[in-house]
Each structure stands twice: as C-alpha cells, then as structure tokens.
C-alpha cells in the first residue's frame, strides 16, 4: 500500500483502505505510510473531487478516472461518501488542521446527507451531480443501507476532537455533547445554532471541574480544494465572543484557539460569514467549462426541473439572494435570481433535490418498481449551471 500515490479502481474500497492506512500513519508514524497517504490526499482532493465533496466518476468499475475528469454524470457513491469522511477524520485527528474537516463538512452536507429522501426511507446508490432518477427502497447490492445510517449517526464523533490540551469543534451543530477526559476533566459542550441556514453559532462550555485548557473552534475554509474557487470570499469567522467580551484569537492550523480557565457557564458566540457564492471549476475540468455552480455556507445548490426551465443560462452579473422557504421540502433557504431570459431562476440545496414529483406516477407503478425507466417519475436537476 505505501506504493500507492494516485487514487486508482474501486472508490469505495479505495477510500476505506486510505483510511485503515491513515490509521496506521496515525499509530506508528511511519515516514511511507505519511507519504502514501499524503500523496493519496492531494490526487482526490485536487484532482479527482467533485464540489459536493462525492468521490468516483465511474469511469472504471464503480471507480475513480483520470486526474480531471469530473463528468456531471459521476457515481459518487454513497459508500464512497462515507469512506472519505473517515479517511479525511483519520487526518484530523493525525495533523489537527482544520482543513480535512472543512472537507468531511461538505461531503457530510452534500454527497452524504443527499444520498436519503427527506422521509429517510429512500436511498441513493449512486450520486450524480446530473440527477434523472429517484432514490430506491431497496437496491440488489444493500451496502449503502448499512453505510449512510451507520456514518449519520456518528455526528458526535465527527462534531469533535480531542488534543492533549483542549477541544477541537469542527462542526457547528445545535446539540450536547460530552468530550470526555480534556485537561483531567470531562467537558459538556452545548451549541445552539441554526447553522447551516445561519451564521450565528452560542457553545457553551461546561467542564465537570474548572480547568484550564483551549478550545479550538475551526473557521471554515470554503475552498481547500485547489479544483474549484468560490466568489465572493466567505471564510473564516465574521466575530467571536467570550462570556459577551469580544476577543482575537490567533488562528493555528484553520481553528480560533482561546485559551483559558474555564467554568460551566462559560459562553462563546461566534458569527461565521454566510453568503451565496458562485463557484468555478478550474480550467482544467472539461465539464465545467462555461457553467457555475452555487454554494451557502457549507451547501451546494441545484436547480430543478420543477422550478424551471433547465436550459437557462445565468449571467454571471445576475444578483442571487437568498430567502427562506419554511414549507418548502421540510425548510430551505432557497437561493433566487433571474436567467437570462429573465425568467426565475430557484435553486435548492442538493441534499434536499429529488424529493418532489414532476407528476402522478404511471398506472401500476409501485415503489421500488424500475418500471417505466425509473424507480419513480423524478424530476432532472443540475449542480452546473451554463453562465455563458
């Protein structure tokens, strides 16, 4: 395996070797397998990453391409989805650089949480940035069954990390956790948010004893990847407070670190930038030539069929806003413009595409049912919009 320095064949059992390897980098810090895995690391990220964070363009069996070739119709996996969270944890955990989180973030919200309908009972196999299908209630090789559930709930795992001296937040999700054993102490860690519909993130630190140690609090780096470049910037952290006194912390490795004694009670509250941004693919990517894709904070959106006319092209100088759609797909914050056309242009987050129909279904379909060419009447969808 320490031979290995380009992502090659299967994506799923590619992913989780690099993890079992990054493991082993991890434990021994063996020089090779660092520089296998390392190696590894930079072919998928910035030459064989799709902007969802999704993994395997198919063109082998079930596997990666060439360096650069990122078709719309890409597998993505959902098995692969799960596989690069872990191999991009196992290097949080070995490097503690904000950079790896900032990328299981987007294959969690994106290429992973879109793999399952809003009613969690229908799964994506395959996830293409293109969709023309719906999701199966059962598919002839189950993997996926087990892996989506089995990655999902174990957001605790992915939310934190713990160092000799202090805490590593790396997702900013409302919930109670505790990280247990931090400076001698074990620590609840309480965050109110509505993230990723807003900016606004309140953790509260509650250590079982006062204890001095540092809280590191990631602030996100949009574009780790060297493939794509959003505009406008939208990193880091906006503002961020403690117990209401707002402070500057140095910045280590992509995370804010504050270092104190800390108390239960002790509060921090922290803005994170929240814009719509237009992403392009660099020049090398033939499939994304002439086209723009959109992301909010950590979500990358699609248009749908539903919505629109498919066909449309969105001037770059189009203004975007953004507007929430609480009855809509479960609650949404929809990004609105205008096509060139001057039509309306809506766009959806991609995890929540696919869930609405473009009609009844045919006489006799039933769920599961491929009849008809599809396991439902799905609408078409496109990350890749044409901005020319």
């Not at 290097?91 to 969690?108: C, G, I, Q, R």
């Not at 904070?297 to 609480?326: C, F, H």
Request: glycine fraction near 10%.
């Amino acid at each position: 395996v320490i031979q290995q320095y380009e992502a090659v064949g299967h994506a799923v059992r590619a992913v989780y070797s690099y993890a079992g390897m990054a493991d082993v980098a991890m434990e021994t810090a063996d020089s090779d397998y660092r520089s296998a895995v390392a190696s590894l690391w930079d072919n998928i990220v910035n030459r064989k990453y799709y902007v969802t964070g999704g993994v395997g363009s198919g063109e082998t069996s079930e596997g990666f391409g060439p360096n650069y070739s990122l078709r719309h119709n890409g597998y993505c996996e959902s098995c692969s989805s799960c596989g690069e969270i872990f191999f991009q944890h196992k290097l949080n955990l070995t490097y503690h650089d904000a950079k790896f989180a900032d990328l299981y973030e987007e294959t969690l919200y994106n290429a992973l949480l879109g793999s399952i309908d809003l009613e969690g009972k229908n799964f994506y196999y395959q996830n293409p940035l293109d969709s023309r299908g719906g999701r199966y209630e059962w598919h002839v090789c189950p993997c996926c069954v087990g892996n989506i559930p089995r990655t999902l709930l174990m957001l605790p795992t992915w939310m934190y990390a713990r160092s000799d001296d202090g805490i590593y937040v790396n997702l900013f999700i409302g919930s109670t956790v505790t990280v247990e054993d931090v400076a001698g102490t074990d620590v609840e860690m309480v965050q109110v948010t509505d993230y990723p519909w807003g900016g606004k993130v309140s953790i509260t630190v509650n250590p079982a004893a006062t204890k001095s140690f540092s809280v590191k609090v990631r602030a996100p780096n949009r574009s780790v990847s060297d493939l794509y470049a959003g505009t406008p910037q939208s990193d880091g952290i906006a503002s961020i407070s403690v117990n209401g006194s707002e402070v500057a912390p140095r910045i280590e490795k992509g995370y804010a670190v504050i270092a104190r004694e800390w108390k239960a009670g002790d509060k921090i509250d922290l803005v994170l930038p929240m814009k719509v941004q237009r992403i392009k693919g660099s020049d090398k990517i033939a499939a994304t030539a002439g086209r723009v894709a959109l992301r909010y904070g950590p979500l990358i959106y699609t248009a749908e069929s539903v919505d629109q006319n498919m066909d449309g092209v969105l001037r770059p100088e189009s203004a975007l806003t953004t507007e929430w759609k609480g009855d809509l797909l479960g609650g949404v914050m929809v990004i609105k413009g205008t096509w060139a056309d001057g039509s309306a242009l809506t766009a959806i987050p991609y995890y929540a595409r696919d869930n609405r129909t473009a009609g009844d279904p045919p006489a006799g379909w039933r769920a599961g049912s491929t009849e008809g060419g599809g396991r439902r009447r799905a609408l078409s969808s496109s990350v890749w919009l044409k901005d020319q």
